[in-house]
């Protein structure tokens, strides 16, 4: 099916940015029809923050949305996330995670409708 592995994570203050990258082995990135970041603050359950579909339909979560853009690059097979205007409480382990059309009923910020994870890699936001 293919491996996922993130980065770019760090430690950042509030009000910078970073870039996160997801690379894809094993499969073709363009293969996927969902392509998502997820989040998990220390406490809280895990999130949809952003999702990408083939085709170029990008969705985001409201407290996404305006601060975080969603974008794939099917030459490098590669997903990002680029993140601006950081807050605190951005803070957390963010994930990529791929899906194809089987569970298509599915929202896109249901965790159910993904195959393929990555490992994670971990945001701080100092206030």
């Known amino acids: 099916q293919g491996h996922l592995a993130e980065s770019g994570g760090g430690l950042v203050q509030a009000g910078g940015s970073l870039r996160l990258s997801c690379v894809l082995s094993?499969?073709?990135?363009?293969?996927?029809?969902?392509m998502a970041w997820f989040r998990q603050g220390p406490g809280k359950e895990r999130e949809g923050i952003a999702c990408?579909?083939?085709?170029?339909?990008?969705t985001y979560a409201d407290s996404a949305l305006g601060r975080f853009s969603i974008s794939r690059d099917n030459s490098k097979n590669t997903l990002y996330l680029e993140m601006d205007s950081l807050k605190p409480d951005d803070t957390a382990m963010y994930y990529c995670?791929?899906?194809?059309?089987?569970?298509?009923?599915?929202?896109?910020?249901?965790?159910?409708?993904?195959?393929?994870w990555g490992q994670g890699t971990q945001v701080t936001v100092g206030s």
């Open positions: 990408d579909e083939v085709g170029g339909k990008q």
């Open positions: 094993g499969s073709q990135i363009d293969t996927w029809y969902y």
């Open positions: 995670a791929a899906a194809d059309l089987t569970k298509f009923r599915l929202l896109w910020t249901d965790a159910e409708k993904y195959s393929i």
